[in-house]
């Protein structure tokens, strides 16, 4: 697509949207989505709508409440986006659901964060790790989206549509054994690491922080190096490491903090923490630009 014969690619357009639990909240809110916003142009989409609803919970088929999913449909027909994304984390059903009544579809938070990772990852462990935090991520769907396509076509134990549900889950449950492993033997080996350099007397120091804090630049600065520095999110996914004082000390530079980062990808970046974890100082860097 082009704008006004200009020949500039048009940025494919996204609907944003959270259900808010918390009547009382009209501040945080708004912090979230335009985090999350921030996030969908580091992947070139263009936000052009925002909804809110205010509910005490989400509800268990949509997230949104009944009437607010036709709204969306309505908004969905008239402004054709490529993606709707929910700030909410969302089920595999949710999903379902709402790509079904919707016609496009639907991702959560933690779904465009997997993406930058991916689109920024260069190395190999860190490709290993956003691969199986993928596929941990998708498997439920997967399940969901195998069940209603071939088990329509069961007939009779072990029916066809009954053997292709379980061939197409199988596949994705072995692909994650292997990354498991792999990861598992990366995590061996970084402790052995790790441990020899404390038994040496060794110190560690990790930077830690927002991304785009500063980490990197401190990092460079204290080193003499020059690794990436760049405004876009993650820039740093997998630690960097430099010695200092003829190596007694050993500086970190980590992986990059977001708002409500999910724990769940906190663990499958557990490579990544082994650093924090051993370390005897962590240096905490704040952009004097973020208010207070």
Do not use: C
């Amino acid at each position: 697509m082009r704008r006004g014969g200009r020949g500039v690619p048009r940025r494919p357009k996204v609907i944003t949207v959270m259900v808010k639990t918390n009547p009382h909240d009209h501040h945080l809110y708004k912090i979230q989505m335009g985090e999350l916003e921030n996030l969908l142009q580091t992947l070139g989409y263009a936000p052009v709508y925002r909804m809110i609803q205010v509910r005490t919970k989400p509800t268990v088929n949509y997230v949104l409440g009944r009437g607010k999913v036709e709204e969306l449909r309505e908004k969905v027909r008239q402004i054709d986006p490529a993606l709707v994304v929910f700030y909410n984390t969302l089920t595999s059903k949710q999903k379902w659901n709402l790509e079904g009544a919707l016609g496009v579809e639907v991702v959560d938070r933690y779904e465009v964060t997997l993406r930058i990772f991916r689109e920024a990852a260069s190395d190999v462990i860190s490709k290993l790790q956003i691969d199986l935090a993928a596929l941990s991520k998708a498997l439920p769907y997967i399940k969901l989206a195998a069940a209603k396509k071939f088990l329509r076509m069961r007939a009779g134990f072990l029916g066809g549509g009954e053997y292709a549900y379980h061939r197409a889950v199988n596949a994705v449950q072995r692909r994650m054994k292997i990354l498991r492993r792999k990861i598992e033997r990366l995590e061996r080996q970084k402790l052995e690491r790790v441990r020899k350099r404390l038994e040496s007397g060794g110190k560690i120091v990790v930077i830690t922080g927002y991304y785009n804090a500063g980490k990197t630049s401190l990092f460079n600065a204290l080193t003499g190096l020059d690794k990436p520095v760049s405004p876009q999110p993650f820039t740093t996914l997998s630690s960097k490491y430099a010695g200092l004082m003829d190596g007694r000390v050993y500086l970190v530079d980590t992986i990059g903090f977001v708002l409500d980062l999910d724990p769940r990808l906190i663990h499958s970046f557990r490579l990544n923490v082994i650093d924090m974890q051993y370390s005897q100082l962590a240096l905490m860097v704040v952009d004097v630009a973020d208010k207070p």
